[in-house]
C-alpha cells in the first residue's frame, strides 16, 4: 500500500510529490497522469513565478535549473485605457517595494518547470505512471482504493488530486463548487520584437479584458491577451498576419514590431473554487481546488502555496506518527489555504468584473478611483504581500526558502 498517491502529474502535483517524499524520504510516494509521456514537454505557455514559489523551488532543488532560462520581471506597470487612446496612463507600478536587485517575479518556461520538477522525482525515487488516469476511487477507514483506467487498482492511504480545474476527483468525492463562467478566453501565445523589454511586464485594462506581456529571455514576450470567447476564437483562427495587426493595434509600438514565434491558443477563463480541500482520505490541491481568473498571473502560485501547505502539514503529522489520511490531519491543511484562496479568487474577479467593460459612468468612477491607486496602499501591498509569500507568522516553511 502506498503512503500518497498524488493523481494529476502537472506542475503542482509533481511539486507535491517532490515536497512530501524529500521532507520524508520513508514515505511511499507516486504519481498517476493521464497524458501520455512527452505530452508535458511539448508545453510552449510560460508562468510569471512569484518569489515565494521560487523560493519554495529552490528548496526542492529544481529552482537553479528553471532560473537558468527563466527572465526576471523587475517592474510591472498596469494602465487603464480604451484600445485607442494614444496614451495609456499608468496607475500601479509595482517594482521598488522590493529590495534592490530582488525580481519580485521570474518568467519561467513551462517545459523547464516540469523537465526540472520530473527530474527531481526521479531522484527521490517518486514512479510516475503516463497516460492512464484515475476513474473512480473507494474510500475505506484505513486506505483508499482507487481504480484506472487500465483496469488497475493501487491502495493508498492519503489520495491527492491534482487533477487541474475539471477535478474529476473532486467530482466524485460529491464537493461542489462556486463556478462562474467568464465568457472570455486567455489568448496565449509567444511574440519576438525590435526592441528589449527591460524585464518590465505589463498589463493594460482593456474593455474586452485584461491584456498581457510578460517578459521572456531572447527579446520575446509571452501574451496573455484576454477577449470574449468568440473573439478570442476568432483571432487565434486568424492568419499570424492579422493577428500581429490586432495585437500591434492593442499593445502599440513600444517595442517596436512584434512577430508571433509560438502556437497561438485560447483557453476559456472561469472562476472555480471548490467548497471544500479536503474529505476523508483526500486532499484537493491546484487548479482542482481553485481555477482563477489569469488577470493577476496566480493561479499557479496558489497551487505551490497549497503544495508548500500540504506537504508541511502531511510530513508533521507523520513525525507524530498520526495518520497522515485522517480528516483532522488534514483539516490543517484546508484552514490553512482556504482564505487566501477566496481572498485571492474574489480579488481577481472583482477586478476583472470592475476592468473588463467600457460603460462610461464605471470608466470615471475607476479613473477617478485609480488614479489614486498608487496612494492606495491596500490594493497594492495585497499583490505585493501575494508575491513575497507573506501570509502572517504561520506562512509555510517552504514559501520562506526552509525545509520542513
Ligand atoms: C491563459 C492562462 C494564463 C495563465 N498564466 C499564469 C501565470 O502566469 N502564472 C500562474 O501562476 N498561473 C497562470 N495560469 C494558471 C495555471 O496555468 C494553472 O493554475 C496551473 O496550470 C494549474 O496546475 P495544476 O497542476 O493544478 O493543473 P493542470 O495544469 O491542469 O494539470 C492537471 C493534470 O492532471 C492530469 N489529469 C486530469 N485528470 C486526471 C485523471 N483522472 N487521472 C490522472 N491524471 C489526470 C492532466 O492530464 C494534467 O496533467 C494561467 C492560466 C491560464 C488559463
Known amino acids: 500500500m502506498l503512503d500518497m498517491l498524488v493523481v494529476g502529474g502537472g506542475y503542482v502535483g509533481l511539486a507535491a510529490a517532490v515536497a512530501v517524499k524529500q521532507a520524508a524520504p520513508h514515505l511511499q510516494v507516486e504519481v498517476v497522469e493521464a497524458a501520455p509521456a512527452g505530452v508535458w514537454e511539448k508545453d510552449e505557455r510560460a508562468s510569471a513565478i512569484i518569489a515565494a514559489a521560487s523560493r519554495m523551488l529552490g528548496v526542492l532543488g529544481v529552482w537553479d535549473e528553471i532560473a537558468?532560462?527563466?527572465q526576471p520581471i523587475n517592474r510591472m506597470i498596469v494602465t487603464d485605457s480604451r484600445t485607442s487612446d494614444p496614451v495609456r496612463p499608468v496607475f500601479l507600478t509595482f517594482g521598488d517595494e522590493v529590495p534592490e536587485g530582488q525580481p519580485f517575479a521570474h518568467m519561467v518556461m513551462n517545459v523547464d518547470m516540469v523537465r526540472a520538477l520530473r527530474g527531481a522525482a526521479d531522484r527521490l525515487g517518486i514512479a510516475i505512471r503516463h497516460g492512464v488516469s484515475a476513474t473512480s476511487f473507494d474510500t475505506g477507514s484505513t486506505k483508499t482504493t482507487i481504480t484506472l483506467s487500465d483496469g488497475s487498482t493501487i491502495e493508498t492511504r492519503l489520495l491527492v488530486a491534482c487533477d487541474g480545474v475539471?477535478?474529476?476527483?473532486?467530482?466524485?468525492?460529491?464537493?461542489?463548487?462556486v463556478t462562474?463562467?467568464?465568457?472570455?478566453?486567455?489568448?496565449?501565445?509567444?511574440?519576438a520584437h525590435e526592441r528589449p523589454h527591460e524585464g518590465v511586464a505589463e498589463e493594460h485594462f482593456l474593455p474586452s479584458g485584461p491584456f498581457a506581456i510578460l517578459p521572456l529571455a531572447n527579446n520575446r514576450s509571452s501574451l496573455v491577451w484576454t477577449e470574449r470567447t468568440e473573439d478570442a476564437d476568432r483571432l487565434v483562427a486568424s492568419d499570424d498576419l492579422v493577428f500581429e495587426e490586432e495585437l500591434q493595434r492593442r499593445f502599440g509600438n513600444k517595442l517596436g514590431d512584434l512577430r508571433v514565434v509560438g502556437s497561438k491558443r485560447a483557453y476559456p477563463l472561469s472562476l472555480t473554487l471548490a467548497r471544500a480541500f479536503v474529505a476523508p482520505r483526500l486532499a484537493?490541491?491546484?487548479?482542482?481546488?481553485?481555477?482563477?481568473?489569469?488577470?493577476?498571473?496566480?493561479?499557479?502560485?496558489l497551487g505551490f502555496k497549497d503544495v508548500a501547505a500540504l506537504a508541511e502539514t502531511v510530513v508533521e503529522a507523520d513525525r507524530l506518527g498520526l495518520d497522515i489520511g485522517s480528516l483532522n490531519v488534514l483539516e490543517r491543511y484546508q484552514t490553512w489555504r482556504r482564505?487566501?484562496?477566496?481572498?485571492?479568487g474574489v480579488t481577481t474577479d472583482v477586478l476583472n468584473r470592475l476592468f473588463s467593460n467600457d460603460i462610461t459612468p464605471i470608466r470615471v468612477a475607476r479613473?477617478?478611483?485609480?488614479?489614486?491607486v498608487?496612494?492606495?496602499?491596500?490594493?497594492k501591498s495585497f499583490f505585493i504581500d501575494q508575491a513575497a509569500g507573506k501570509a502572517g507568522d504561520g506562512a509555510p516553511k517552504l514559501l520562506a526558502g526552509e525545509r520542513i
Open 68 to 70: 537558468a532560462n527563466a
Open 367 to 372: 479613473d477617478f478611483g485609480l488614479g489614486l
Open 284 to 301: 484537493l490541491a491546484g487548479d482542482a481546488a481553485h481555477g482563477i481568473h489569469p488577470i493577476s498571473g496566480q493561479g499557479l502560485n
Open 374 to 379: 498608487e496612494r492606495m496602499p491596500r490594493l
Open 180 to 191: 462562474w463562467n467568464y465568457g472570455q478566453s486567455g489568448i496565449v501565445t509567444t511574440v
Open 166 to 177: 475539471r477535478s474529476k476527483l473532486r467530482d466524485l468525492a460529491g464537493i461542489r463548487t
Open 339 to 344: 482564505f487566501d484562496t477566496f481572498r485571492m
